[in-house]
């Protein structure tokens, strides 16, 4: 007997994907009359002429992540699934060629490290490179243009396995980072936009898998307050703000709802409250997660039910097959009418139009880019320059940086776990191919004056790698020691702390009275045992730095560049994880289930905190905010027009950062509000502003602009309502705080935004 | 700049690993007129000679796994860990060839599926390959001969992701079980040891990573009843009746203590109790386990002091290089004596003794052993027969066997994500490398008269499975859903049901109306949603079947073999892990803490019980105990001279069993003791005896014994004492119960067995 044709013993693939991203042809094809292909009528009439040309039939099947096309009209299949976390990056719609052209992407450090700049330009050169190399995949048919990037759910907990996808817990950071982001990918033609972006996972989304609770099922409770001032705040700006053309739908539920089948957040809160409603954006789902809105969350009683309930809620793309599969069963149900679909294909295929798939090659300077734009000198040097500016320094007892002899040389053991780091190690999740990968330990190989002695993973047995450290160590001048902690999707982690082995091999090793320097990589660890440790000389953490990491490494560490980085997250000791189970959402310490609180503004019992960063240099820092210290609170209402009142000017506070060290050194500028205003409790304090000053030489002084709005003062109430408080007002600036200016608010408490109010589960 | 001479950008190897097996030349080399050379003498005698032969400096580098070995004395370096669970498996001492001869050995079933077979005979015949093939491997120096296996901590807790390494939950099947694989791997020549075996892990070793909980540092609390009646008793039997050669101490603390250094645990019960103490019987450590003495389980000051501790509490040979790097500095502090090194090198050199390593290769047919001996066509059948007898029915509406038509066709659905199974989904880990991998898909294709229809994983949106899971079992006669669960090491498993997501594929592809045959593999997932579902024909459970496994699973499927495989162990309901936490050691139900107690001897809820299996055919069970049902304890004792209590022979029970079906059949017959005697709570029952009855014929009646002792009878108190109660005892035969036999023992409790009382922490 045999297999029937058409099978095989590989995967049957029925969708095209990574396999054609060609344009419909709008000059000799099936669709030249239609008026989709009429560039002189508006977005939406040429989207509602497409869609009016689909059967029933092919509606269905046409909103869904692989899609078919629909052949007789010349429209072809399309891959809607692009991936470009930190660089265009492997996913169904990406076809990376073997060799050659094409066979490689600029890999930029994962957002955690990139978060550790604070530096927005940085953030808008990155994604315009990814932007420019994804058009270029896409002109050599390599990709389509919908990519399902950024991750902007705040990283809550520090046990999220995602957390090193997007930049870091505060909210008000992933505001200012993801509209700089998006500013880049989406591009600035107001014809056309570069690629869509996606802002993901709306909303409440930050756990994969914790002590068998799945994403797939889980329901996160959320109270009104913390949802709006915490949850919501970063896809306020990615939508309301940024412009986003795509928003992913989530696979948890939301107070009971399934996300993707959420009226109140993907209506009421996202295109009614936020305005969210420009020709071509879109929603789209989380892969499968139609599915769970029927199993495991069983919120519709069947798959038909499912479909439509996500569907009419204003889901209108299915990463998956459900829709294809269940809304013909719905529509005969009666479950939705004909306007509930029209409006997904004229939302998803408006963003097409506006992307410039139905316009002429010549239309957009975008369809001219190609290979000669990927991976060029000046995207390598940005690669590196990411890396360096988000590397933070922890500890250093002078150590740092290394003086290595113009003559002569130096031994430096480089070992460890993470010492010849493994591409995945060094690029972290949702990565491409990259040109090369630059790890420590090659870094290390190509430095002059330094020899280097490696050895791999002490303690397994299976390698004698243990005593081979030791005696690596023990025949070099210096040991720079690298490891770190990895985890991922679908992996959240249990534990935040060195393990009780690796902690051992440490300090056996530190122990030896070499200058010992622990290059921690990856996601945070509990640094605890070593930040006092007086064996140990330093402490680096470089996240997952991408293709130019060891690079960057190893310019900071002999100073050929200064480290700047500050951490955009909280380190946390490691007991946290026994004070609080991950699936408690609350933000606020709460004496009654033992919640400690989360991120700095809650928890104040960090081993090392949010924003904090040494540098080779010393730093004066001081507020200049001018004589005023008191406000009305109706005058600064009276004075701004602003669609939106939480962005309305209040002041631009300068900060003077004077170098009084001996180097020249990058600083990052972080501003702080706290005080006694609005109900207790009070958070301890709130990110409102940040500048990275550049290059601050010795002796001079730079200064940062911290632009203040009636926004950075705002609190919201229990009902999720911003409100501006008459009272007192400090504006912290730098971590550990180094200057602070005072003022009150005085007149009437004000609501700057009303907060929509969840209708509940029916 | 360079690296240095002497290292290199792979990992330094100092140690020999799967380089050197050779023995040491007795006839010529610097030892030949050591007394170790001496065949005359007695082992301890030669042994102690080579000793003898040693520097202290030397001494302490001979104690870990990759043994330098001494050149000076022509002793050759030795790596100690050779894996052989299912088969000689890939591990530091094993070196497969790239291609060609010794490129492979054979692949068994885990031992969860072999367990599944209650059939002792099996598991000697398997072993007895499984040490010819070391034997062969090892003549060609491709591996030592000391094996650390098997793993026979009972698999206490659904969640433990090792649990399938293991032949079950149930302390008496392990017990007999891994008296038959010890006979079978160390051999029955008086002489020599064919190869020397490792019972692990001593003890109280059942948890990997458990939310946070890590083995290296966990403390298992377990009381002295419950440590004797359940957790030691397969060392026990291991130990003391099957005397193996080597016990492996494991990575977490039992009441306080690490196993590594307990001595109550390898002196007071291993060697003093259990009479542990033949020449060349060694405790090895877990791997790195000596380090955890000291990290993270903070009981020794000092690493001198672990490695010390360790020694000195009787662990001889140390997995890890802590032995060789802190036992020079623990002797200079005066932490143990010469008496106690050299004790351990007289162990593990006794053990080499005993495998003949220091005698000719004329001395022992052994020695003779080759390629030729490797995978042989028995073997292969073997492989095929032991998973056969394995595979448990655990649901059948009438579909199987499965008709296939002798002229004309049928077309099956082999679909779902195990249907192309990996070799490590079909091996399991601790696997080596198979001649071949038959899994689900490739047997089905070797079906005559059958078509097969493929499709992989549906829910898998980059490949449109899910559509194309539902065409082809369209298109298809019969559905075979293959799917499971896999853990590991280092991986405990949070869930123990199928997910939302497979429920909804798999009852959506069922409710296409055609007969759907769930073929699960793995581990256990609760199937409660499955064993009512009206359009589930057939659930099978074939966990890892090993290199012949689809082509058992399709003799079962087609009727060529009958099932006859028994659970062993309690499938449990989806819910049972909320009900109790993994740390949580107790069995019996505590209504203070919530356990609603562990195995089927204490918990009585089980989605499928333990000792659960259908057949094609009927058979008809009854018990023939003779007339006398009242026995005197003092009569029973006084008829005994056995050196153990609990091993006199009680009664021998014959039960007849009658095939009153249409198909020949093996059965297993279980005997289970329940009723009233001691103290409450009593267990609901407890395996004392089972027998494998081989194809037994329609309307014909074959007779198993059930073999029971007074250990049968026994009960285990408070103080972990073995007692005899006066009172009523009831034998329950098969699962469900189809027979009972009842009797009463009357007179004094009487200890069978005095329980070595745990000196406590000092």
Request: glycine share 8%; net charge negative; proline share 6%.
């Amino acid at each position: 007997m045999a297999l029937l044709a058409g099978t095989a013993l590989g995967l049957l693939v029925t969708g095209t994907a990574a396999a054609g991203h060609l344009f419909p042809d709008c000059e000799k094809g099936p669709l030249a009359n239609n008026t989709v292909c009429d560039m002189t009528a508006s977005v939406s009439d040429r989207a509602k002429a497409l869609v009016a040309a689909f059967t029933t039939e092919e509606k269905f099947q046409l909103v869904v992540s692989t899609s078919p096309g629909v052949p007789r009209l010349g429209l072809p299949s399309y891959e809607w699934w692009q991936e470009a976390l930190h660089g265009v990056a492997s996913s169904p719609g990406v076809l990376f060629a073997p060799s050659g052209d094409y066979s490689y992407a600029t890999s930029f450090p994962q957002p955690i490290l990139m978060g550790a700049a604070f530096d927005d330009g940085l953030i808008e050169a990155v994604a315009t490179v990814i932007s420019t190399e994804a058009r270029a995949f896409n002109n050599a048919n390599r990709s389509g243009l919908d990519y399902w990037t950024p991750n902007i759910n705040p990283y809550r907990d520090p046990r999220w396995g995602r957390g090193q996808e997007t930049p870091g817990e505060d909210s008000f950071h992933i505001k200012s980072y993801v509209k700089a982001l998006i500013k880049g990918l989406q591009g600035d033609d107001p014809d056309y936009i570069k690629v869509v972006a996606t802002c993901k996972h709306f909303a409440g989304y930050d756990i994969e898998d914790w002590n068998g609770n799945e994403r797939y099922e889980f329901d996160a409770i959320i109270n009104p307050q913390e949802l709006s001032e915490y949850y919501m705040q970063p896809f306020k700006a990615c939508a309301r703000d940024a412009k986003v053309a795509s928003i992913m739908c989530s696979y948890n539920a939301l107070n009971g709802v399934p996300t993707c089948a959420s009226s109140y957040i993907l209506q009421d809160i996202l295109r009614d409250h936020w305005n969210w409603t420009d020709d071509g954006f879109y929603v789209v789902s989380d892969c499968d997660a139609i599915q769970n809105v029927y199993m495991p969350h069983n919120h519709s009683p069947t798959r038909e039910g499912a479909a439509a309930d996500s569907l009419v809620a204003g889901t209108d793309l299915d990463c998956g097959t459900y829709y294809q599969l269940h809304l013909p069963g719905a529509y005969e149900q009666g479950l939705f009418d004909d306007a509930v679909i029209d409006q997904a294909l004229v939302r998803i295929y408006s963003a097409q139009i506006r992307l410039g798939m139905f316009d002429p090659t010549s239309s957009s300077a975008y369809r001219s880019l190609a290979f000669a734009n990927v991976n060029t000198p000046e995207s390598q040097d940005l690669a590196l320059k990411a890396a360096e500016e988000g590397i933070v320094l922890i500890k250093n007892d002078g150590i740092l940086p290394l003086q290595i002899p113009s003559n002569g040389s130096i031994t430096l053991a480089v070992i460890g776990p993470w010492a010849n780091a493994t591409a995945a190690q060094m690029q972290g999740n949702y990565a491409g191919i990259a040109p090369f990968i630059h790890n420590p330990l090659y870094a290390a190989s190509q430095l002059v004056n330094v020899n280097v002695r490696y050895a791999g993973a002490p303690g397994d047995p299976t390698t004698g790698g243990y005593p081979a450290a030791l005696s690596a160590a023990n025949a070099s001048d210096i040991v720079i020691y690298v490891d770190g902690s990895n985890s991922g999707e679908s992996d959240d982690r249990n534990l935040i702390r060195w393990s009780g082995e690796r902690q051992d091999i440490m300090t056996q090793i530190a122990g030896l009275g070499k200058p010992f320097i622990l290059l921690q990589m990856g996601d945070q660890l509990d640094d605890a045992p070593f930040l006092n440790h007086e064996n140990v000389s330093a402490i680096l953490w470089a996240g997952f730095p991408g293709q130019a990491g060891g690079d960057a490494i190893f310019n900071i560490i002999t100073g050929k560049t200064a480290p700047a980085g500050r951490l955009p997250v909280t380190q946390y000791p490691a007991d946290y994880v026994n004070q609080v189970p991950m699936t408690d959402m609350g933000l606020r310490p709460n004496e009654t289930s033992g919640n400690p609180g989360r991120t700095y503004k809650w928890f104040n019992d960090a081993t090392v905190p949010f924003g904090y960063g040494l540098h080779y240099t010393d730093f004066s820092v001081s507020v200049d905010a001018g004589d005023e210290s008191s406000w009305d609170i109706a005058d600064l209402l009276s004075g701004c027009d602003a669609e939106y009142k939480d962005l309305c000017a209040f002041q631009s506070v300068t900060v003077n950062v004077e170098n009084t060290g001996d180097v020249a050194s990058d600083f990052v500028t972080l501003g702080f509000v706290a005080g006694k205003h609005g109900p207790e409790p009070h958070p301890i304090k709130q990110l409102v502003a940040y500048e990275r000053l550049f290059d601050v030489t010795p002796g001079s002084t730079a200064s940062a602009q911290l632009n203040l709005t009636l926004g950075s003062l705002g609190r919201h109430d229990e009902a999720g309502n911003l409100v501006l408080y008459a009272g007192e007002y400090n504006l912290l600036v730098d971590v550990p705080t180094s200057s602070v200016w005072n003022f009150t608010l005085s007149g009437d408490d004000t609501v700057l935004e009303e907060w929509p109010q969840d209708p509940g589960t029916p």
